[in-house]
Nanobody, 127 residues
Framework: QVQLVESGGGLVQAGGSLRLSCAASGRTFSNYAMGWFRQAPGKEREFVAALGWSGGSTYYADSVKGRFTISRDNAKNTVYLQMNSLKPEDTAVYYC????????????????????WGQGTQVTVSS
């Protein structure tokens, strides 16, 4: 089992920045690919960004490319999502998720590939 706890959400004006953190506990964190997903009210959960177990491979949704950066610190069992140039359409509950180490490429964007999920943190971007 892997337990995931997100933090860092909040209210920010359009154009601002936030950094989300996801702290993991349980099994060896470095064995897992990590992803961020989000869900806005009335919408389905969608992929945001993902990172391979070693940090060497990344994958982003087109809507966040160039604005968001995913990173991980295996020594701290933590994955981060740096969000810059935020837009009102980025408003959602953001979830981190842990998946198998073999995840690469487009498979990293598939939510059903992830076995473990956090409870989410709210991000609200005002216009």
């Amino acid at each position: 089992q892997v337990q995931l706890v997100e933090s860092g959400g909040g209210l920010v004006q359009a154009g601002g920045s936030l950094r989300l953190s996801c702290a993991a506990s349980g099994r060896t964190f470095s064995n897992y690919a990590m992803g961020w997903f989000r869900q806005a009210p009335g919408k389905e959960r969608e992929f945001v960004a993902a990172l391979g177990w070693s940090g060497g491979s990344t994958y982003y949704a087109d809507s966040v490319k160039g604005r968001f950066t995913i990173s991980r610190d295996n020594a701290k069992n933590t994955v981060y999502l740096q969000m810059n140039s935020l837009k009102p359409e980025d408003t959602a509950v953001y979830y981190c998720a842990a998946g198998p180490s073999f995840l690469t490429g487009q498979a990293m964007g598939v939510s059903r590939m992830y076995a473990y999920w956090g409870q989410g943190t709210q991000v609200t971007v005002s216009s």
